[in-house]
């Protein structure tokens, strides 16, 4: 049985966790395993498409060295259905206190999408101190996150949304940045292709980005 994770051991794995959209099932397992040999584990299967709880049993299953995890998790039902396909872990794209307990009663980390102040305030009512800024380069990127660093100082974040490869380092060189979310690990078209090599090299350079400690 699978040992149960923190939402810090989620955060901390590797510096970036990949926002993955999966439309065929049997790209699953062979983008999970490109991923894991490009050194990154944690990874959020957004559940936006029909075939994504099938994707993430795939990988929960087949890829041991993976860590499957549910994204665009919006409800209770959402976070009992990832758990149920395998999911180690859950992203929300804002929080409820319903998702919240959902996640806690399936023994899902929850890294908890916040926007605003209040929303900070909400989730940390709630015990989630370990939060994803989202969407983070439209909602006030770097400067957002220095402005919260002061009232917020005990809260550490994943932005996500408009991150790249280019604008990474800025937000992972903040003392409140633990890690951040980004799409680009997994394009579409090198999905589509089986470009596999090509994702492992993605992964590789998102390994190697250095954040503060």
Known sequence: MAVTLT???VMND???IPVIVLNDVTHAVPLARALVAGGIRMLEVTLRTPVALACIEAIAREVP???AGAGTVRSASDAQAAALAGARFAVSPGYTHAVG???REAGLPLLPGVATGGEIMAAQEDGYSELKFFPAMQAGGA???RAWHGPF???RFCPTGGVTLANA???LALPNVACVGGSWLTPADAIAQG???RITQLARQATALVRRR
């Open 7 to 9: 939402s810090p051991e």
């Open 14 to 16: 590797a510096p970036v």
């Open 65 to 67: 060295d993976a860590v």
């Open 101 to 103: 307990r959902a996640c």
């Open 143 to 145: 400067a957002m996150l």
């Open 153 to 155: 100082g005990d809260v």
């Open 169 to 171: 380092p800025e937000l």
């Open 195 to 197: 470009d596999w090599a």
